[in-house]
């Protein structure tokens, strides 16, 4: 008995363990569609009020408030915006996990800045500045970009929170032509998932884990991060590196099973061949946006068949010990009992057999037991009589009651009898049930309702209204209120219940509760729309006489708090509104009296905010509730405020005024010629008086061409034509006769313009004749000037003396060839160089033979330092500077030699020298590729220690810098 009692228990823990994993998968997408699926629908409310016109993407001050009431309404981790031309705005939990905005402005890509803000995202201060982190180079815009839809972009850490493992909801904006303006993106941390899997109620040793298909970790129930960071960086870790040995186990033995995680194309319940001997089920997550994960569910069997293992020890204790005390006492009772009580005996199990015609014999010696016979036959007769009355009526209420009924052995749960409303809501004959088991029939759902009907019949004997589903014939399921007691029948304990079919009840509550919940869930959206719609929502009362709601929008816009519309009532349109609007305001008031369902009314109006400024609105108002006899009751309106458009409308009507006046009082002469026949269709007054005609009407349909004084070839307007073409514009100086005789010069200018879906040409013919005549002055004074300012180049940057470059066109050119080869990352050499004890020979040969002394020297280093772009120099009295650009240290050490030789060759006499009778020079080198640790100066300065080192030495040498100790 023990051992089926252990095989029942596994089979039952098996179902038990499948039905609990399918309830688990059912959790984890219902709230992985909950919380990824809500990041979805926000952005596409948001693309909505885009297209609508509600959202401004060019406006980030209001678009960083708009995000900010978002993320802290749908607790997001993130909501942001980036254009395609490099500009950010967005708002989330940043660094400290604090709420701020941030945003890179269009008018300055290079930082991007973050601001603390209050709660309702009005920004406070600047909190920090980064570098441009270059948010359209990131994955959740490129991928967005890359699909030109809707998706998941792939999972990331952030840069600055390595910690922080996200997926972006993306989605790319385009404008009314397909152009792409930039990516809607809401980021959402993948921990809160994990957050979720550790609040599961499951057994304590169990596993869940969410993987990519390429076996990279999404989120787990363990502690153990799904971003390591490895040596300060955030890396992805793959399931088969896990430090879970159940996670790295099973991820192994699934690869095996199945080849590769990819062919995983339906859930599956697995029992792998582990230490633990796990109950495992995987299921593929997927949705409309190009998820595709697998959601791993393991629990251990011991966690179900420990306790079995120990009850069938103890069940095999008891059944020995019981039969030890049956067998005893049995015997003992035998041995006392009489041979008249074994017939009173016999006589009483008939009796409750039911067997009526077997009656106790009264010819008994003992009076005691005669007596107790004769009672006991008395007590038959009435029993028999009422048990027949009593069946009767049994039968009669079991076969005709509406509920299914049903009686059943406790012990094996056999059926004994059913009745017809059972046989009915089973879908089957009596015939068929009576005498099988409930588990045969697989009546029961589920164990645990099995197992908690029987126990609470064993130790309460009854149970009323249990709440169960059972399983008819052909699987069907079936919500039941089912009650029970127990009673002995036949010399055992059987069960009598009734069933009460209450499906139909559940159905409807059930579906009534969903359309609550989907009510409410329409209500908050619609609320959430009220609240953050930048425009302005009413509910006016026509019985009232009064606005009984309005939205946030209109105390941010006019200024107006709610409790002062309200007080306002009847007079609050002759309050605020405009003198001259207000009777148009009151007529389409009037017109929505007769509005039909679905019509709407529209004007535009001005209202005076609580700041005393007037502002227009554009106001839509449609019926929103009627009274029982059909008459307009309340009007359900939305206004916009385009005080900007009117603006701009003004605007517009004095640009009209504007270009009218400047066509007819330009002192230009302007055409409007047909395309593609260039015949004048219209012209200003300047034209006539330009070209000296009675009246516009002589030059309306003429060819323009007729008042050159050389019409364009062929080739000349195949030319224009491609230049129109290209750019849109041509222009030319053209000579021109009048009707008179009169030649002018005139500037040519055509622009193609489009008025009123036709195409033509916009040509201003403007007189150059006196600038022409100023040309040809003014190309002769520029010729002179230009020759003047060479010369003057020259002198600036000439030594005065020696006639090579001075000081000046030194550090100019020495700066310029610094940045030239950081870029390109070549050598830069310098030589710094004097004439040795030259004082000494300005004492002794005086000061003009010290002067052609430096010249000699000059002129002659310039002669052997001839490339192009080395530059040889006066650097400030007796000393001068060599720069040699694209030299390395040996090049560098050549020119110098090459200067000593020049120098010696050129034997100067000088007596006072201490160290020979010509003149010599010292000479200090350095060579180096720029970097941004050094700079110019310090270049100089390594030439100058050079040089110095060089006197200290003796002179008449070179010595390169770095110097040697």
Known sequence: MSYFFCQTGQEAVENLADQLMIEVDDRIGQHLDSYLGKAQEINRTNVDAFESGILDLNDFNTLGKYFYRQVRSFKFTYINFGTKEGGFIGAGYGLGNKLDIGEIPLSDLSKSRSYLVDNQGNRLKLAATIKNPQYNNAAWYLDAVKAGKPIWSSIYTWADIPDRICISASTPVYDSQKKLIGVLGIDLELSQISRFLKKLDLRRSSHIFIMERSGLMVASSEDESSTPIVNGKATRLQALNSREPVIRNVTQDLIRQFGSLQAISQSQLLRPSLPQKPFVRVTPYRDDYGLDWLVVTVIPESEFMAEIYANTQKTFLLCGLALVIAIGTGSLTAHYITKPILRLSRASQALSKGVWQESLSEDITIVELQALAVSFNQMATQVKKTFRESETKFSTIFHTTPDPVWIATLAEGKILNVNESFCQLWGDSQENIVGKSCLEL????????????????????????????????????????????????????????????????????????????????????????????????????????????????????????????????????????????????????????????????????????????????????????????????????????????????????????????????????????????????????????????????????????????????????????????????????????????????????????????????????????????????????????????????????????????????????????????????????????????????????????????????????????????????????????????????????????????????????????????????????????????????????????????????????????????
């Open 442 to 965: 697989n009546v029961w759902d589920t164990f645990d309702d099995l197992n908690y009907f029987r126990e609470a019949l064993i130790n309460q004997g009854s149970i009323l209204n249990f709440k169960v589903v059972i399983r008819t014939r052909y699987q069907q399921t079936r919500t039941v209120l089912m009650s029970a007691r127990v009673e002995c029948l036949d010399e055992q304990d059987c069960v009598i219940g009734v069933m009460r079919d209450v499906s139909d009840l559940c159905d409807e509550l059930r579906l009534r509760k969903l359309a609550e919940d989907h009510l409410r869930k329409s209500q908050h959206f619609i609320e959430q729309i009220a609240y953050l719609t930048p425009n302005l929502l009413y509910i006016y009362d026509f019985i009232e006489q009064r606005n009984v709601y309005t939205n946030r929008s209109v105390g941010e816009i006019l200024g107006y708090s709610a409790a002062e519309i309200q007080e306002m009532g009847a007079d609050l349109f002759p309050t605020i509104c405009h003198p001259d609007d207000l009777h148009r305001v009151y007529e389409a008031m009037q017109q929505c009296y007769y509005l039909q369902d679905y019509e709407f009314t529209q004007i535009e109006y001005r209202i005076k905010d609580a700041q005393g400024q007037w502002r227009w609105l554009y106001s839509r108002d449609t019926v929103f509730s009627r009274t029982p006899d059909g008459n307009v009751k309340q009007i359900l309106g939305t206004s916009q405020d385009i005080t900007d458009r009117k603006q701009a409308e003004l605007e517009l009507r004095k640009s009209r005024d504007l270009r009218e006046a400047i066509y007819n009082e330009s002192t230009d002469a302007i055409f409007l010629v047909d395309v593609p026949n260039p015949l004048i269709l219209d012209c200003n007054s300047r034209a006539v008086e330009m070209f000296a005609v009675a009246s516009k009407e002589t030059l309306i349909g003429s060819e323009g061409q007729n008042l050159q004084k050389q019409r364009f070839t062929d080739d000349d307007l195949m030319m224009i034509t491609d230049d129109i073409d290209k750019s849109g514009f041509w222009s030319r100086e053209i000579e021109y006769v009048t009707e008179k005789g009169h030649n002018f010069w005139g500037n040519l200018a055509v622009k193609r313009i489009n008025i009123a879906g036709k195409t033509i040409d916009l040509v201003r013919v403007t007189d150059i004749s006196k600038r022409k005549q100023a040309e040809l002055a003014l190309r002769e004074a520029e010729y002179n000037l230009r020759l003047a300012n060479q010369e003057l180049e020259k002198q600036v940057n000439t030594d005065g003396l020696t006639q090579i470059a001075n000081r000046r066109c030194f550090d100019h050119c020495l700066e310029q060839e610094w940045q030239r080869l950081y870029r390109e990352q070549q050598s830069l050499s310098l030589l710094l160089f004097d004439v040795d004890y030259f004082k000494r020979y300005n004492d002794s040969y005086g000061h003009q033979l010290g002067d052609e002394c430096l010249i000699k020297i000059a002129q002659s280093i310039q002669e052997i330092v001839c490339r192009p772009a080395d530059l040889v120099a006066r650097y400030g009295g007796e000393e001068f500077a060599v720069i040699l650009p694209n030299t390395d240290l040996p090049g560098a050490i050549a020119i110098a030699q090459r200067i000593h030789t020049t120098i010696q060759d050129l034997a100067i006499p000088h007596q006072a020298s201490k160290i020979g009778n010509l003149v010599t020079v010292s000479l200090g080198i350095t060579s180096l590729i720029p970097s941004p640790e050094l700079s110019p100066i310090d270049m100089i300065e390594q030439a100058d220690q050079a040089l110095y080192r060089a006197k200290e030495q003796g002179r008449n040498q070179s010595v390169i810098f770095p110097l040697e100790r």
